[in-house]
């Protein structure tokens, strides 16, 4: 996979390590709900954003597809990401999932279909087979060509190490919490060595960093927004951000983060920053804390 860090412009794509491509940065709709977001998603698309996330967890389907549709860009200019939540896990249960995303969304295919999270809170004893039945089921999608790509979503290395283990198709991208103050460095490494791509979720920590003293004070250094410093942080970290707003103004200058670098030192002194974890994560039972996945 090329490196995240050396895009240049926005909107410039990476090979993923089946070979789809990928615009560097992503516009997510978590927040924001069905009746708004295809307005909000037209606007994005208008800005220019041409990779779109959404989940079926987020209720927003429809109107996200029905923006995409809308906003007179042929559909295979369009990147769009939707995941199943984890009562949608199980073999059977994905083929229906899917085809229900499908259906909301008017669509015929996605580009990337991904495990929401690792575990379903029905099978804590037996996850790790769970997962493979569902990840069964994302490789027939894949195969049948009506997701271009399949990937996870909140997966720590260790949940990785299952699907590297037992799967024919293996997960191309993951799609994680990673902001200042929640880093997860080793499952940004184990990605590394097995090619797998890491996007990030909530970047601007829902917005929670930006009032961040050290974090403004840096910005003003470089002459960035806070919201810029942070975004151009995930980028060094080779890292995909995918980043939510629902004003054109800051949908533009998220995407305005190509044309400064920051220096190493204070990259670390960023990396640093105390602990903040925004959630869904490693207490709401769809992860199991780490000491129960050994
Ligand atoms: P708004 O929709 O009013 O722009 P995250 O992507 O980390 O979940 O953060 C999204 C939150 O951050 C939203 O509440 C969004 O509010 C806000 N936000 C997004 N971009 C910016 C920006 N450039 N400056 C300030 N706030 C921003």
């Given at each position: 996979m090329e490196m995240v860090k050396d895009l240049q412009v926005f909107n410039q794509v990476l090979s993923l390590k089946n070979g789809t491509?990928?615009?560097?940065?992503?516009?997510?709709?978590?927040r924001i709900e069905d009746e708004k977001i295809a307005d909000i998603v037209e606007k994005a698309v208008g800005v220019g954003y041409r990779h779109i996330d959404t989940g079926s967890a987020y209720g927003n389907e429809r109107g996200v597809g029905k923006g995409i549709r809308n906003s007179g860009i042929a559909r295979e200019d369009i990147f769009l990401t939707t995941k199943a939540w984890p009562y949608e896990m199980g073999y059977d249960n994905i083929l229906r999932a899917f085809d229900g995303s499908m259906n909301r969304l008017g669509l015929d295919y996605v580009d990337l279909y991904l495990v929401h999270f690792p575990v379903m809170r029905d099978h804590y004893e037996d996850w790790q087979d769970f997962l493979l039945k569902t990840w069964r089921a994302f490789e027939k999608i894949y195969n049948e060509g009506r997701a271009k790509a399949i990937?996870?979503?909140?997966?720590?290395?260790?949940?990785?190490?299952?699907?590297?283990?037992?799967?024919?198709?293996?997960?191309?991208?993951?799609?994680?919490?990673?902001?200042?103050?929640w880093t997860q460095f080793d499952t940004l490494r184990f990605c590394a060595e097995h090619d797998i791509a890491v996007s990030a979720w909530s970047p601007l920590g829902q917005?929670?960093?930006?009032?961040?003293?050290?974090?403004?004070?840096?910005?003003?250094?470089?002459?960035?927004?806070?919201?810029?410093?942070?975004?151009?942080?995930?980028?060094?970290?080779?890292?995909?951000?995918?980043?939510e707003s629902k004003n054109p103004n800051r949908m533009k200058e998220n995407t305005e983060i190509f044309d400064f670098s920051i220096s190493s030192m204070d990259m670390k002194v960023i990396d640093e920053l105390p602990p903040l974890l925004i959630g869904p994560h490693a207490d709401n039972g769809y992860m199991l804390v780490e000491v129960d996945i050994q």
């Open positions: 491509t990928v615009p560097g940065m992503g516009f997510g709709t978590c990937g996870v979503s909140n997966f720590t290395d260790k949940h990785l190490a299952v699907l590297q283990d037992h799967a024919e198709v293996s997960p191309v991208i993951n799609q994680i919490e990673f902001h200042p103050g917005g929670a960093l930006l009032q961040s003293p050290v974090l403004k004070a840096m910005a003003a250094k470089y002459e960035k927004s806070v919201a810029q410093l942070i975004l151009r942080w995930v980028l060094q970290h080779n890292v995909l951000p995918i980043v």
